[in-house]
């Protein structure tokens, strides 16, 4: 607070343009506390600060400071006040500015020493007084921009009366108009318009005099009513804005911002402040009684409006927007007691939901007369429909206006028989003794009293119930609109148990609901205890097949297994009773029966037949077992093919006759083998190669033909031995592989199993002149190839067989095939596929060979492609794959090398790079173009052109290899893998190691077999064409020659050549499994050393990304046989496309 100043009244700060009486003034105004944010910019020498005066909004002051004597002499004042300059409001912020001591910083500064000799009085601020300083100082509202203030002014416009077309003598009502302008404060004070103008505020911004702050709320207010004004109407242009016609709401949000800021609101008469109203206008209708005879006068019906507590005469009232949202009003016409004699404008907003009909009504100062007949008519049918829309009132006390009816919503809710609940919905409304019942939704053209504000709150309050009883909603617009209460519904099962155990307790408690319900209620409660599944079976004429028989009770009480199933497909979570038990059907075992029911069917052909389960099915039935009670019939077919399922198989002697010493994994194999033929199964043997799994089937051989022999002697057999209806001594097994695998079953089979009689069939028996009867006849076991099997099908079919062993099973892979339609066909109980590579490109191929070993293990094609194929290969489904994996489980057993032989020597392998010397490079890059752009507009359709586009594959992969396989002329370009692959035969020749060589072209093993001559290097060769095939091997297996070429295709199987521990693979290929069988016919059971495996790749080639290719597509087989994750085995166009793309 400034102390008072000494005699003189003299300040530090020299003020030569403000006048004594001003100085005065302005001290009284420092001391009162009126200054607040005072700033000073030394620098500048501009202190600002505002100023509280007689208005209502504080004014914007501006000194300007020079430094002067030692000091600071005021050049001039500049206020928003009406005097302008160097007034009392300028001396008022200088005399506190002295008195801050943020400020008094600045002022003496320590230049000024003579300034401060002067202030003995005032001590230095310590460093920390300075800092605080700023936050004790007394704050004031954001500092607005200076400049000449703007004012917002306003006129009414009386029009003049004027006639209607009838020449009625009658002026109608004129229309008021209100009229709003810029103006801006002049230089004697006043508001005037100057060059202020709508039209010109664009520019007026840019004159610094004008208060920035104001032209921008000029600019907004301009720009709020042209966009919601008639534009015929509304111009820039013109030099007043009308306001009856703006239409946006924001207009009053805009006056109390200029409120804020300091833009004046004034009348045009007098310059006198125009009022905006603090509360919203009250609009309403008043009922009153004319006449001195309540039977004779009637009752009289009056507009009221109040503004700010104090009613107004309609007749000074305008309104303001379209539709209107305020009004306007004048003094002067006793609108507003005390209201001085000249002439103010009263703005005031309007409540919202006004009509514009009531609005209208009012503002025309209508008065309406009921006559006394007609006030009981009135009462009773117009007074409640006008309370909705209007606020209506009684100041005369003998007007007694009536209590309005109340809604209730009434529901009836009548439950019958089978859980079943029929409802319906109205509204009652009361008045006295007398209840009216109203349809719960109005119907089109129904204008009757209804008090819909109460209807809503009550349908508010008892929420959507539809969202548990879904048809407890109906559309609104009777088609997809938004959902409504049903005026009626009815409900059963399920839906009747949700509506009475949740939401008729909620209406009973909802305010304003009066429930009523007839008939029984049935003693919903959830059960106990959970269900019970019971599992059986049933023999039917089907060999293999049974019915499949499931119950399900709870608690005594039986349940429709339909029912249920129906339920869970549905995704219900609850399955109610008769009795109105009810149980959860979110459990785990239900959900799974039902999974397991799915699938089941799904794999039957003839979906419409009863549910059934094949013998081959062992997984699906463990599952099935695990959810439920199995009963007699059912337990006994469990004992029949319980030795699938884990630990189920017994051990069993070893036959006497088998001349080999089974390892531990050897004996599991044979015991689960035995198992499969007693009970009259088949399976897949898919061992990894090498593992002994054709020594596994013969010792399956040798016991069969000892149990025969024994079984002709006592007739008897028990649960440990072989069944003996199955080989009667003359019945022998029929061992199906390729032609160059004969062979060595042959040899195996005399080493192995030499009391077995064999008759290995290399031709076919027309072509030898031979009886089938005959030839065959004393065999226990008949070896032929896949080819002469086909041919001589229909000799083989005519006898029966112990069995059908398919070595190489991978050979009726395609279930299209003649081979695969004649083992499926041939007539034997035992079947048995094996093959280390049970699917090499896709799952149709496992589905094939369990079809023809386990033919009601998955049903036909089509329905195993729909249920496993699609979703494994083409969505990735995991489940499914798992799922696969449970089912074909019992019937395939599968071991890895890594798994179960410990002593086997590791094998090593390594991808030796080859890169191209440069004259090979030029031409493969050649070739590549010119195919790259004839192969990648075929690849769209792949099956049609499939042969061009695997020419292509091939011709760039033999241009990998050699360019003279492609073109001879380009026998000079030399080979750059033939290079590398001596760089290492080289050195192992020389260390008395031995190799394979393996390709898939016989032509570039024809340039390896020059090469070894040409060095001198002792071999072995065998491909497809080789007619002594035995003799070859047995020349590499018992001789000296360090290398063995051989083509991939004929010594994929087969063979076993552990005499080799080195491997070279001279061109890859994207299925791995060829390329694993060659490995494995060194890396197997027998093999001592450690095998090095070389895989020659040229880089910059198609054989890179077929490498690429190859590692995606081998982990089908890994997925299907033990691994988690997936991936497609089919060769796409997008694989393809990536073998030809850069």
Avoid at 81 to 93: E, N
Avoid at 188 to 196: E, F, L, M, S, T
Avoid at 977 to 987: A, I, T
Wanted: charged share 20%; net charge negative.
């Amino acid at each position: 607070m400034p102390s008072q100043p000494d005699d003189s009244a003299a300040l530090a700060i020299q003020t030569p343009a403000i006048n004594d009486r001003s100085l005065a003034a302005g001290l009284a105004y420092a001391m009162g506390g009126r200054v607040s944010g005072i700033s000073f910019d030394a620098g500048t020498g501009l202190m600002l600060g505002k100023v509280r005066g007689g208005a209502e909004v504080p004014y914007s002051t501006t000194a300007k400071l020079v430094r002067k004597g030692g000091g600071w002499s005021c050049t001039v004042g500049v206020c928003s006040c009406p005097v302008r300059k160097d007034c009392k409001h300028v001396a008022a912020l200088l005399f506190a500015a002295e008195d801050n001591p943020a400020v008094r910083v600045q002022l003496l500064s320590p230049a000024d020493v003579s300034r401060v000799s002067r202030e003995q009085s005032v001590p230095a601020l310590s460093d920390w007084e300075q800092a605080l300083s700023p936050l004790i100082s007394q704050a004031g509202p954001a500092q607005p921009s200076g400049g000449t203030p703007l004012a917002l002014q306003f006129e009414v416009e009386e029009p003049a009366p004027h006639f209607s077309y009838t020449g009625r003598r009658d002026p109608l009502r004129s229309v008021r108009q209100l009229k709003a302008r810029p103006v801006i404060m002049g230089a004697k004070g006043k508001w005037i318009r100057g060059d202020v103008s709508w039209n010109t505020l664009s520019y007026l911004g840019f004159k610094r005099e004008c208060n920035q702050a104001h032209v921008e709320w000029m600019q907004t207010f301009l720009a709020a009513h042209t966009a919601g004004a008639n534009r015929t109407y509304s111009s820039s242009s013109a030099p007043w804005l009308g306001l009856n016609t703006f239409a946006g709401k924001n207009l009053w949000s805009l006056l109390e911002e200029a409120r804020q800021i300091g833009v004046a609101l004034v009348h045009s008469r007098g310059q006198e402040p125009v009022k905006v109203a603090a509360d919203p206008a009250a609009v309403g209708l008043n009922l009153g009684r004319y006449g001195s005879d309540a039977q004779e006068g009637g009752l009289e019906l009056a507009s009221t409006i109040t503004v700010d507590g104090a009613e107004v005469d309609p007749a000074s009232v305008g309104t303001i927007g379209r539709p209107a949202h305020g009004i306007f009003l004048t003094s002067g016409g006793n609108s507003l007691p005390g209201v001085a004699a000249d002439e103010v404008i009263t703005l005031a907003p309007l409540e919202s939901g006004l009509s514009e009909e009531l609005l209208a009504f009012v503002t025309a100062g209508s008065t309406l007369h009921i006559p006394a007949r007609d006030e009981g008519r009135f009462l009773t049918g117009f007074y409640p429909k006008l309370k909705q829309t209007a606020r209506v009132t009684a100041a005369d006390e003998s007007v007694e206006l009536p209590e309005l009816a109340v809604p209730t919503l009434s529901l009836l809710a009548n439950y019958g028989t089978d859980h079943r609940v029929r409802l319906h919905w109205e509204w009652h409304y009361k008045s006295g003794n007398i209840v009216t019942a109203q349809p719960l939704w109005r119907h089109p053209g129904d204008h009757g009293y209804r008090d819909d504000p109460a209807e809503a709150r009550i349908l508010e309050a008892v929420g959507q119930p539809w969202d548990m009883v879904p048809k407890l909603a109906e559309s609104a617009t009777g088609g997809w609109g938004t959902p409504r209460l049903a005026a009626t519904a009815e409900l059963s099962g399920l839906d009747t148990l949700a509506f009475t155990e949740e939401v008729l307790p909620k209406l009973k408690a909802t305010p304003g609901v009066d429930v009523d319900t007839s008939g029984d209620i049935a003693d919903y409660r959830e059960a106990e205890e959970a269900p019970v599944v019971a599992i059986s079976t049933k023999a039917t004429d089907q060999r293999d097949w049974f019915d499949l028989g499931i119950v399900i009770t709870l608690e005594g009480q039986p349940v429709s297994f339909a029912a249920l199933f129906s339920a869970l497909a549905a995704g219900q979570t609850r399955m109610l009773l008769p009795s109105g038990a009810y149980f959860s059907l979110d459990l785990p075992e239900l959900h799974q029966l039902r999974a397991l029911i799915d699938e089941a069917r799904s794999l039957q052909d003839n979906k419409d037949a009863p549910l059934q389960i094949s013998r081959f099915q062992a997984g699906l039935w463990d599952e099935l077992a695990q959810l439920g009670i199995v009963d007699e019939q059912a337990a006994a077919w469990r004992a029949a093919v319980g030795g699938l399922l884990e630990d189920g198989v017994q051990g069993l002697p070893l036959p006497a006759t088998l001349n080999a010493e089974l390892r531990p994994y050897q004996l599991e194999g044979y015991n689960w083998l035995s198992f499969l033929y007693r009970h009259s199964l088949g399976g897949v043997l898919a061992d990894d190669m090498g593992l002994g799994k054709t020594v596994q089937a013969l010792a399956l051989m040798c016991a069969a033909k000892e149990h025969a022999a024994s079984s002709a002697e006592t007739e008897t057999a028990d649960a440990t031995t072989l069944n003996p209806k199955q080989n009667d001594g003359g019945t022998p097994f029929l061992v199906v592989a390729p032609t160059s695998v004969v062979g060595n079953w042959e040899a195996e089979a005399a080493r192995f199993a030499p009391g077995l009689t064999v008759r290995a069939v290399g031709e076919t028996f027309a072509k030898s002149g031979a009886d089938p009867a005959e030839a065959l006849a004393g065999a226990d076991v008949v070896i032929t190839s896949y080819a002469l099997f086909r041919i001589d099908y229909e000799s083989y079919a005519g006898r029966q067989w112990a069995g059908l062993v398919l070595d190489e099973a991978q050979f009726v892979k395609n279930h299209q095939s003649k081979a695969y339609q004649c083992a499926r066909k041939l007539p034997a109980a035992f079947k048995l596929a094996i093959t280390g590579t049970p699917l090499e490109n896709n799952l149709m191929e496992f589905w094939a060979l369990t079809s023809i070993v386990a033919p009601g293990l998955f049903a036909s094609p089509s329905r195993f492609a729909e249920y496993y194929q699609r979703p494994v290969e083409k969505n990735g489904d995991k489940a499914q794959l798992d799922k696969l994996r449970r089912r074909v489980r019992p019937l395939m057993m599968r071991r890895t090398k890594e798994q179960v032989i410990k002593d086997l020597p590791p094998k090593q392998e390594q991808v030796l790079e080859v890169v191209l010397n440069p004259r090979h490079q030029k031409v493969y890059q050649t070739h590549l173009q010119r195919e790259r752009q004839k192969i990648l507009g075929l690849i769209e359709d792949v099956n049609k052109n499939r042969f061009t586009i695997f020419q292509s594959l091939t011709l760039l992969r033999q241009l990998s290899l050699d360019a003279s396989l492609v073109d001879e002329s380009l026998s000079g370009v030399r080979s750059s893998k033939l290079d590398v692959l001596f760089e290492q035969l080289e050195d192992l020749v020389a260390e008395g190691h031995r190799a394979l060589i393996f390709s898939q072209f016989t032509g570039f093993l024809g340039k390896v077999r020059e090469r070894l001559t040409e060095e001198n290097i002792e071999f072995c060769y065998l491909d497809g064409g080789t007619r002594n095939r035995s003799d070859v091997v047995n020349e590499f297996k018992n001789g000296t020659a360090p290398v063995f070429l051989i083509s991939l295709k004929a010594g994929g199987f087969g063979l076993n050549l552990t005499e080799a521990d080195y491997v070279f693979l001279l061109d890859p290929w994207w299925n791995p499994a060829s390329e694993a069988q060659a490995v494995d016919r060194t890396h197997r059971i027998g093999q001592a050393r450690n095998v090095m495996v070389y895989r020659l790749v040229a880089k910059d080639t198609i054989e890179e990304k077929v490498m690429a290719l190859k590692a995606k597509k081998s982990q089908l087989f890994a997925d299907v046989m033990e691994g988690d994750a997936l991936s497609s085995g089919t060769l796409t166009a997008e694989d393809l496309a990536g073998l030809f793309n850069d």
